[in-house]
């Protein structure tokens, strides 16, 4: 727990911020030594956002090679049923397949579905509640055994056994179970353990999905990684994310957790079954590192090819590669909005006016500074719906005036939200935030100076990142713990207010562990809006409804947003086939990456 003096470090970020504007602002112009990578034509660097939203190096991939990623967090799990943070759904696609995927596309098509373990895209009926697809041939477990329609069923009858599997999206059983009737595989009295009535499986080749209530953006949810096959004498219940068992081109060779992860190829796939995975490197290798600066250096240094959270370099890295490797660098909009939100289980922010004197006292520009600034952070988060999803307003819509009139923090506005709330002399909390993310961790000590303006003293505790869905994920740690703030970020499942949205407001996702709705926000209003939504099956009547929502939330002070996300990107030299997507928030989409040569 810490609670030192802050005003040095939110100067040097400040200094920070304004060298990485400068730098940014020189890329952008091409400027810089011509003997440098600023044009990427000096030391191989494909140049400054060569692989934003569009494909750099796309024809200099080759087969084999290792290609080399370092990272200051692991994964929450490996399991597909389990896994939730974005960089494990862009990475298990080496392991794991789908009916259907996200496209591998830069950019905005990358956010659409295409085949994968199917033969094509869902013949739906037309009342919307019956998908029915068919299996391609020759698609295989890396022991060589057929995927059967049943291997797929029983893989997503494992999101049911949340007392085991908790942590990952339920989407697909709010959709297919609403009324909680099927208890999981692991309970199921059928022989088979096949037991959930709503998939049907008529023969190997052949899987139908029978929706009680159609659903819009039910294809999307087929597309997350929690709607892969597992195999059931494979699977091994809450170890099983320690070697999941391959239906992809790469299958796990060793996995220490918290130290390192290698995959190889799985030598039963084959590329004439899978039209998604061109499998271009022999091995994929992940190395985790406790200090995010470290781990930056070795990137610079050229040591690894990219960092697989892909939540951008530190301000000490991004500050050297701007002076020194510009061409390596990628400054995309990412889908993510960072924030902080307030357990409504801590008192005093179950009243709405201690959570809006938050939203007053703090200053939403050092906030943003500490972030990276406009550029490496992003705009200032005015609201909770993010720039890519249909209905989001973006910066127009700013009820709080966040980054209008009380960018800079209104004390007078927060210390008469302090006296409505019956705390006119302020109180003291505690502020939550994953302990290897310096960026977060400088956002909270920023926030901490800005509340002590109004009379509000904050403790900040750094925990585990890695350890997320047990101590900021359980409702019981966080009301035990007091954690009145807690500092994290969220980009969309599926690019929809309910595949970003649904886990974080509706009263349904509030989980014993594993937990998204870390406000606990239980709206009769909010859930119905959620309820129109999927039964709205226009495209501009389902924008206005997440709009409604997005206003409902904010309406509630339940969140304070920090930034729009913007981040800077690191790609090696070696790396090919380069280019960010929206199916994955931004990041760099890790299943075609290749590499230029081997070392």
Known sequence: MTTQRTSGRRKQALAAAAVVAALLTTAACGGGDSDSDGGGSKNGAAG???ANNKVAQADQAKKGGELKFASAQDADSWDTTRGYYGFMWNFSRYYSRQLVTNATEPGKAGAGVTPDLATGLAKVSDDGKTYTYTLRDGITWEDGKPITSKDIKYGIERVWAQDVLSGG???LKEVLDPEGKYQGPYKDKSKDKLGLKA???PDDKTIIFKLPKANSDFEEMLALTSASPVRQ????KSKYGLHPFSSG???FQSYEPGK????VRNTEWKQESDPVRKAYPDKISIKFFSNANDLDARLIAGDYDLDLAQTGLSPQGRTTALKQHKGNLDN???GYIRYAVFPQSVKPFDNIHCRKAVLYGADHVSLQTARGGPVAGGEIGTNMLPPSVPGAEGQKYDPYEMAGANKNGNVAKAKEELKACGKPNGFKTTIAVRNNKPVEVATAESLQASL???????????YDGAQTPGIIGSPSNVKKKGYGIIIMGWGPDFPSVQGYGLPLWHSDYILDSGNNNYALIKDKTIDGLFEDYVNTLDDAGKAKIATEINHKVMEGGYYLPFVFEKFINWRSNRLANVYTTDGYSGMYDFVNLGLKSTK
Not at 260 to 263: A, G, T
Not at 452 to 462: A, L, P, R, W
């Open 332 to 334: 995309p909009v990412s």
């Open 233 to 236: 004498d494979k699977d091994t």
């Open 199 to 201: 998939i049907e499986t």
């Open 260 to 263: 390192s992860l290698v995959l």
């Open 48 to 50: 400054f956002d060569a």
């Open 169 to 171: 999206p339920t989407y």
């Open 249 to 251: 081109p790469y299958k």
């Open 452 to 462: 002590k303006k109004i009379g509000i003293t904050v403790d900040i505790d750094q």
